[in-house]
């Protein structure tokens, strides 16, 4: 196919960078960014010198495929106008708020046969690619997210804000279901979930620990997973994969011998890397590397570890 016509719903802090990725690549033609915030608007048009809209039905039936960077709330009725209208949608994450608007856009898409990929970035980041093809039944799985405070993303618990990232990320690299959960947390400077920690365990027997923080004097985000003679340790934040494994051969009784295989990455553009992704998929029919059905997923166990803290949360 030619050019594939995009359009970008959300012209703010996240939209603005979707747009100047497509504005940057040959394989699309930037048709429209829609907003109500004239401000947002203007910005977006002196920029890039492409189309902006107030309402965002006026690029309905005008695109293939779009980017939804609207508040959360807003996500299940664009996404599934635009699948209606035969375009094929690119969601950031979460993918909704409710399970059952979810699963409505997952059915859509399938019964549209348009592709739906939802914005879980870090599957994109060069130290989480490089690790998938040394992973082997993992039995442990510890993440830490911490960010300082900003006001942007507070309008929901730190869960559907930071901790979902990771969420992902586990459940992509255990994949089992979930058996259980339990978690804990607190509000601190809002008046949702600010700080919070959570015990998943897989029905494969995999455990995984995720604490997540946006209240934080410094910023991080690590990822650790423990299998048989094995460690790696994922810097997130600096892109650097450190595998530590047993040396076979080591006389028994010993202590073991182990070989550590650190490496570096280029910061590169996890952002860039999920549009193209996304276009690939768009052109091909190929299924994407975060479906609906990963966003549902993720989306479920986030939902959950938020019940579990609003009957539970620490006291303030």
Known sequence: ??????????????????????????????????????????????????????????LLGQVDAV?????????????????DAGAHV????????????????????????????????????PAIVAVEGILDRPRFVESNRLAPFKPRGTDVSVVLDLMIHDIDLIQNIVGSPVASIDAVGAP???????????????????????????????????LRVFQADAYLSIDLQQKVLTHVRKVAGAPAGDMPRVEIDERSFEPGDALRDEIVSFLDCVATGRRPVVSGEDGLRALATAIRIGELLGGGALPR
Do not use: W
Request: net charge neutral; glycine share 6%.
């Open 1 to 58: 196919m030619g050019r594939i016509r995009v359009g970008v719903v959300g012209a703010g802090y996240l939209g603005r960078f979707h747009a100047q990725k497509y504005a940057a690549l040959p394989q699309a033609e930037l048709v429209g960014v829609a907003d109500p915030d004239p401000v947002a608007r203007d910005k977006i048009a002196r920029e890039l010198a492409c189309p902006v809209v107030v309402d965002y039905r006026e």
């Open 67 to 83: 980017s939804i960077v609207t508040p959360t709330p807003l996500h299940h009725r664009v996404s599934r106008d635009f699948l």
């Open 90 to 125: 690119l969601v950031e994450k979460p993918i909704t708020t409710t399970l059952e608007e979810a699963r409505d856009l997952v059915e859509t898409a399938a019964r549209a046969g348009k592709v739906l990929q939802v914005g879980h970035l870090e599957r994109f980041n």
């Open 188 to 222: 601190v400077f809002t008046d949702e979930i600010d700080i919070a920690s959570a015990r998943i365990r897989f029905e494969n027997g995999c455990v995984a620990d995720a604490t997540a923080s946006r209240i934080s004097m410094k910023s991080e985000r690590k």
